[in-house]
């Protein structure tokens, strides 16, 4: 197959982790970038990536790159590109734009401009005047820096993120793309205990069977690639195929998640039995004040509750002390918390030996990192 290039857009600060992601899947030729990563691959890592990546938001085709500062350029450029080489005669393919730093800053006429170029392109190539676009989606973004354009198409479809077995979730739920992003940050391995005390609808401990089992966190949902022409069937086939057979259903695991709210936990238990790994994940009630563990050398990764608003905030201290008091005993355990509450610090009464800035949605955070010993090598 041809060489292509694809681009892994990622969250703020998760650009390494998803870089690390693309190597262990042999894909060394790339560029890390602010919220993407950038590489060359063959056609086959469209769906080898989608199904695999855990951290990434989508996998984007990159159609070109080129410098813009005229909508007649815009036009002219894009008219260029070879889009019959991946789009049918009944391709759906809506186009969405964004603008920063640049002259050409009406995202809505640089749309339009893309969408009408597109369509005199596919005119030339396929001698017809009108699309019924009935078929395959081939999601288009048209995305303007300091006036360079990068034209892609969606691989995904939906964002990475919806692996499927998330119905029922908590208030403020954690993106399963930045939960699997904090655990690799923890390099949690599956041979220690995992504890999250504050798991609410299990998204923490759900990600970290996905992958203690070596499950791909796609393998249970579909993604618009999967529907082009160009990809053939049997290619997906045999990539799922592979990471069926890639599951280790024999190593053991302990991962524990506890939460004071029962009405959550039996929406943690449908997302487990969802997600397929019901069985390698302890769920119990119970307040951070009763959290306990005989394990060695465990590791915490948690997101508590942050406590934004003013009346909150007495609750949210009272709950990080529990929260110090519970960990005091577990001199061996590693600790991760990520929050957005200001004074975490001073209250846990203990430094973080690392502090990452994150963003969970919109919300700026800090990723609490307090390292243990190592466990003895077996």
Known sequence: MSKIELIATATFAMEAVVARELKALGYNDLTVENNQVSFRADEEA???????????????????????????????????????AWLPANACFPVQGKSVKSQLFSVSDCQAIVKKAIVERLKQKYRRQWFPEDGPLFPIEVALLKDEATLTIDTSGEALHKRGYRQLVSQAPLRETMAAGLISLSFWQPDRPFLDPFCGSGTLPIEAALIGRNIAPGLRRSFAAEHWPRLPRKLWHRVRQEAEAAIDWERPLEIMGTDIDGEILKAARQNAKRAGVFADIHLQQMPISQVRSSKRYGVMITNPPYGERLSDKQSVTQLYKELAETIEPLDTWSFYILTAFPQFERVLGRIADRKR?????????????????RPPRQ
């Not at 036009?75 to 590109?81: H, I, R, S, Y």
Request: proline fraction near 4%; charged fraction near 20%.
């Open 357 to 373: 800035k994150l963003y969970n949605g919109d919300l700026l955070c800090y990723y609490y990192q307090y390292f243990g010993p």
């Open 46 to 84: 469209i769906a080898r990536t989608n199904l695999w990546l855990r951290v990434a938001d989508r996998v984007k085709l990159v159609m070109g790159r080129f410098h813009a500062t005229s909508f007649d350029s815009l036009f002219e450029q894009t008219k260029n590109l070879p889009w019959e």
